[in-house]
């Protein structure tokens, strides 16, 4: 690995910066599955919304992976025979994230939030 500025391949500037070898970064050692939370519970929600028709209201944000992780849920969704709704904040009059504003939009049904969500306590204990 060389100093910092002087990378002649990307492989020397993602090892540098990483600080793991390309070969770490391709074959981790940890055999151990990261698990998310009630991952399964969610999924399961899911799948009971979609064959009971339910509303499915996918909540993201205005930034690049914000809308394209909304769009990948979208297209998931639909290839399993739900129809949901893809709801992004507008920027300056709506602000960042998942607000009450946007819950008022949401008439019924399933929200998902999607790269956002986490903070949003009075937003999500509304939707409750």
Do not use: C, W
């Not at 930034?63 to 769009?71: F, M, P, V």
Request: net charge negative; aromatic share 4%; no cysteine.
């Amino acid at each position: 690995m060389g100093k910092k500025g002087s990378h002649t391949t990307l492989q020397e500037v993602v090892e540098t910066n990483s600080g793991l070898s390309a070969d770490e970064l391709i074959n981790p050692k940890s055999t151990e599955p990261t698990e998310i939370q009630n991952l399964s519970k969610a999924a399961i929600r899911l799948l009971k919304a979609i064959n009971g028709r339910e509303e499915i209201t996918i909540f993201g944000d205005y930034d690049a992976d914000g809308i394209t992780s909304s769009l990948i849920l979208k297209k998931l969704i639909e290839e399993l025979g739900g129809n949901p709704n893809v709801m992004l904040p507008k920027r300056f009059s709506e602000g960042y994230g998942l607000s009450l504003k946007a819950v008022d939009k949401i008439n019924e049904g399933l929200l998902i939030t999607v790269d956002n969500g986490i903070a949003a306590n009075e937003a999500i204990d509304a939707v409750r």
